[in-house]
């Protein structure tokens, strides 16, 4: 008799694990599909506002002249630009026929200047919180609600944990069952029609981003307040001791970032910034040369700076002069060759040389996780990601609708179990690893399994008649 009834026991189980698990990819997608839409046209946006067409002119063309302005001449043109202004930073062009960038600040705002380095002639003028990279890195990181560890940050790390758990399920809902192999069942069936049409285009562009999107949301995550600030990046931050003897300030290096705008590189971020104001450091820039932005940028080409690099002012009597070439602020299509140099701003001493050879592991996984992530590698990098995020919002799009043709008039539609379902061990396990894993994911779980729990039957259980 047990020869005969287990496989239908088998049937039957896998049948109820089914049902299960679809009904978790409903409730975790239809809360994920608003949230991953509004990241996938914002990451649009980004990429063609800083790949494509960068708002702060350094893609203009210049005429090429016999000799350019000094560094300092050309940062003083920017400073007459704005009577009592001082300056950010200097950003030398992209190449012989591309403007520079002077960063200004006057009072509370900044503002990006393109210059012409051969006229000194502004080209363009650009109020950094205005442009749509500072806007859309705002929705993209926060959903315009409060900085770091505001509710926006908290959403988007809640989705992006729950958009983990979508991804398992929905793999586990699509995994051919009928005899097809893994690699046929990613084309879609087009010879069907309706509401089926749907579902095979949604699972076979769902399984298709898969690998991408896990990529995404992991880097994404890397990011958030909770699983990336507290678990992750706090256990790879680059540890400031290997600076030997150099006094170390109380603000970090994440201050030299725009609000939402990320532009120092993730490892950095809670490194604190080294002190002016010492005798530490190495020969920088030669004794009795004046340490100002044309000393700075000679002693970065000494150094091996080549193409664009940024020199960034002091902040405040105790800070230092910052040389950085790195793809977070797109001098570089090469994360590998980022690198941070810090300057006594009253000696010239070199305090600090940090290389992505010095990273630890995860520094350097998600130096170059990032630039893949924000498109930074190259014209092909750009143009995969637009696709990707037009795949992701076909996704999200196509689940709404499976749902909205096969609910009734007037019910929410959940998938049902079967009857006299009991969850089982193993996917409460599965559920706790999660949680523990992705802390805010996990909280959303068990708001849904709460909320599940003291649903009546009738609402949960399909009965005589399945869902």
Not at 27 to 41: D, H, Q, R, S, W
Not at 132 to 160: C, N, Q, R, Y
Request: net charge neutral; charged share 15%; with cysteine.
């Amino acid at each position: 008799m047990s020869s005969i009834t287990l496989p239908q026991q088998d049937a039957v189980a896998r049948s109820y694990f089914y049902r299960a698990v679809w009904r978790w990819h409903f409730y975790a997608g239809l809360f994920v599909a608003p949230f991953l839409t509004i990241l996938a046209v914002s990451g649009l946006v980004i990429l063609f506002v800083t790949g494509v067409a960068p708002e702060y002119g350094e893609w203009l063309k210049v005429t090429p002249g016999p000799q350019t302005l000094s560094v300092s001449e050309q940062v003083d043109k920017a400073l007459a630009a704005e009577p009592g202004s001082t300056l950010g930073k200097y950003v030398t062009p992209w190449g012989a026929d591309r403007p520079a960038l002077v960063e200004i600040k006057s009072g509370d705002v900044n503002r990006m200047l393109a210059v012409d380095p051969y006229s000194g002639t502004i080209l363009r003028d650009t109020v950094e919180a205005g442009t749509w990279k500072a806007f859309m890195s705002d929705v993209h990181g926060k959903l315009l609600l409060g900085g770091d560890g505001g509710p926006g940050d908290f959403l988007i790390e809640t989705a992006a944990s729950l958009g983990i758990i979508v991804l398992a399920t929905g793999l586990y809902l699509w995994w051919p069952r009928d005899g097809r192999g893994v690699l046929s069942s990613l084309l879609p069936n087009l010879a069907l029609r309706g509401r089926a049409l749907w579902r095979s285009l949604h699972q076979s562009v769902g399984a298709g981003i898969s690998v991408v999107l896990l990529f995404f949301l992991i880097s994404g995550l890397s990011w958030a307040g909770v699983w990336g600030g507290k678990f992750v990046q706090a256990w790879s931050t680059f540890p400031a001791a290997k600076w030997d003897n150099v006094p170390l300030s109380d603000a970090t290096h994440a201050s030299m970032n725009h609000d939402s705008m990320k532009e120092v590189p993730w490892t950095l971020e809670q490194a604190p910034m080294p002190e002016s104001g010492s005798s530490a450091g190495i020969t920088g820039v030669p004794h009795g040369t004046a340490v100002a932005p044309q000393s700075l940028v000679a002693l970065g080409r000494d150094l091996g700076f080549e193409g664009r690099f940024q020199v960034t002012a002091p902040a405040g009597d105790t800070g230092v002069w910052t040389l950085s070439q790195d793809s977070m602020s797109y001098d570089s299509a090469n994360p590998t060759a980022d690198r941070t140099v810090h300057v006594d701003q009253y000696t010239g001493q070199v305090l600090a040389d940090v290389r992505f050879a010095d990273y630890p592991l995860a520094g350097k996984l998600m130096a170059v996780g990032i630039a893949l992530h924000e498109g930074q590698l190259g014209w092909w990098n750009v143009v995969l990601n637009a696709l990707f995020c037009l795949l992701v919002i076909f996704s999200c799009v196509s689940g709404v609708v499976m749902w909205w043709k096969r609910r009734p008039a007037g019910e929410f539609a959940a998938p049902r179990y079967p009857r006299q379902y009991r969850l089982g061990i193993g996917v409460a396990i599965i559920a706790v690893i999660l949680g523990l894993a992705f802390p805010l994911g996990g909280a959303a779980l068990l708001l849904f399994a709460a909320i599940d729990t003291f649903l009546p039957r009738r609402l949960k259980e399909a009965g005589a008649h399945s869902a």
